[in-house]
């Protein structure tokens, strides 16, 4: 097979701006976690339905997006892959609407470190573990 650190293989690495290009969020009861995702962060998701799926968008102009979906496939999990979500200037406004939502906080706003900032972990009300990350 080759070894992987051999120069030929070795080439400058791309730029990325960032490295998430795209995040689902698994929902089993659609509306409740559209509801619960508009409530805490107080926007409004376009919904699109097809026979199989439900997907409901986060109204992000710039960088990365992502959605809830509901289908075959998409099932809820506090074990996976953890994203962090922008929780604004000062993340306790979103924070602050998680439980009221219907989640529940696991991990209370905590210091990174000054340069770094701050981030919280929560369980949404379908029972994903996320967190959520803001500079103050």
Same mark, same amino acid.
């Given at each position: 097979?080759g070894?992987?650190k051999?120069?030929k293989?070795?080439k400058k690495?791309?730029?990325?701006k960032?490295?998430? !290009?795209?995040?689902?969020?698994?929902a089993?009861?659609? +509306?409740?976690?559209?509801?619960?995702?508009?409530h805490?962060?107080?926007?409004t998701?376009?919904?699109n339905?097809?026979?199989t799926?439900?997907?409901a968008?986060?109204?992000?102009?710039?960088?990365v997006?992502?959605?809830v979906?509901?289908?075959p496939g !998409?099932?809820?999990?506090d074990?996976?892959?953890?994203?962090?979500?922008?929780?604004?200037k000062?993340?306790?406004?979103?924070?602050? +609407?998680?439980?009221?939502a219907?989640?529940?906080?696991?991990?209370?706003k905590? =210091?990174? !470190?000054?340069?770094?900032?701050?981030?919280a972990i929560? =369980?949404?009300?379908?029972?994903?573990? =996320?967190?959520?990350?803001?500079?103050n």
């Amino acid at each position: 097979m080759g070894d992987v650190k051999s120069k030929k293989m070795m080439k400058k690495p791309e730029e990325r701006k960032d490295f998430v !290009s795209w995040f689902e969020i698994p929902a089993t009861d659609f +509306r409740q976690a559209v509801d619960f995702y508009q409530h805490i962060f107080g926007i409004t998701m376009q919904e699109n339905r097809t026979d199989t799926n439900a997907m409901a968008f986060f109204p992000a102009k710039n960088g990365v997006g992502g959605a809830v979906i509901a289908g075959p496939g !998409s099932v809820p999990s506090d074990a996976g892959p953890l994203i962090y979500l922008n929780g604004g200037k000062n993340l306790n406004e979103v924070l602050g +609407r998680v439980e009221e939502a219907g989640g529940r906080i696991i991990m209370q706003k905590t =210091l990174i !470190s000054e340069e770094s900032g701050y981030f919280a972990i929560f =369980l949404d009300s379908q029972g994903n573990k =996320l967190a959520l990350y803001s500079a103050n």
